[in-house]
C-alpha cells in the first residue's frame, strides 16, 4: 500500500483507531472519507484492549474515483501487549487488493531482542519491497499498533510525543502534539506530523516510491474518556482528505459497508 491512496489509508487506520472506551471491551465505528469534497471510502474498525492485551481490526475500501482509479479495498490486523507505558507489539498482518495487484499480503511479525523487538516479515508476506537495514526495524510499532500508543499518551496527559512507526517497507515518526483548548471548536485538538525516516523517495518498490516531505494531519478529538475523533484532515496530492465519524456499532456485523 504504497501508493498515495494506500498511504492514506494507512494513514486512517492509524488515526482513526485512536477513538475507544476505557481499555475495556470492543468498540466498533463506521466512518466515512472524503476527498476533496467527493466521496472517497468508508472505514470499518473494532478495537479490543483488556488484560495487557490489545487488537485492533480495521477494513478499508474506496468509493467514487479513488475505487474507478485504484480500486483499493483492504483489512488489517494488530495484536500486541500493553503493560503501563510500554507497548510490545507481536504482529501486523494486512490483506488488500488494487486494480492491478490483487490478493496482495503483508505479514509482519515482532521478536524479543536485546529488551526491545524487532521488526520481521512473516510467513505467507507476498512484498518484493526491499526491507530495511535492521537498525530501522528495532523498537518500532506498526501503523496499527500506533494508535494504541497515542491514545496512551493523550490519556497520560503528555503535550508532545513521538513515535516509531515501521509500516512494512518504510521507516516514518509520527509527532504529536496537543493545542490548546479553542472555544469555539470543542474538543481535543492534535496537531501529528508524518516525518520520513527511510524507505521513501529515491528507493524503489514495487508500488513507486511515495514522496519524503512532511505530511500535516489535524486531528480532533473528543474531551471524555473515549477521545473518540470528530474529525481528521490532511493533504493528499495536495487536496484535503476528510475523514468523519459516521456512527458507532454494536458489532461489526452491524456495520456494514453502506450501499
Sequence with gaps: ?????????????????????????????????????????????????????????????SEGLPWLVIRFRGSAVAEGKLAGAVLRPARFDADYDLRKQKGKRLRMAFT??????????????????????????????DPLSAVTAIRDAVRRGDTAFTLPVYDGAR????????????PRDPGIHLALTLRAIAGFKGQTSEDGDPDDAPRPVALTLSDDARLLPLKMTAPIWFLPLEVDLERLCDSPAACAWPK
Design 1 to 61: 500500500m504504497s501508493t498515495a491512496i494506500c498511504r492514506a489509508a494507512a494513514l486512517l487506520a492509524t488515526l482513526l483507531a485512536l477513538s475507544g472506551a476505557a481499555r475495556a471491551g470492543d468498540l466498533t465505528a463506521l466512518y466515512r472519507a472524503e476527498w476533496a469534497g467527493l466521496p472517497a471510502g468508508h472505514i470499518r474498525l473494532t478495537l479490543h484492549e483488556g488484560g495487557g492485551f490489545y487488537r485492533n481490526d480495521i477494513a478499508v475500501t
Design 112 to 141: 524479543a531482542e536485546g529488551g526491545s523487538t524487532l521488526a520481521e516479515r512473516g510467513p505467507g508476506d507476498t512484498s518484493h519491497q526491499r526491507i530495511l537495514a535492521e537498525p530501522f526495524r528495532r523498537g518500532v510499532i
Design 171 to 182: 521507516r516514518f515518526d509520527t509527532i504529536g502534539k496537543r493545542l490548546p483548548p479553542d
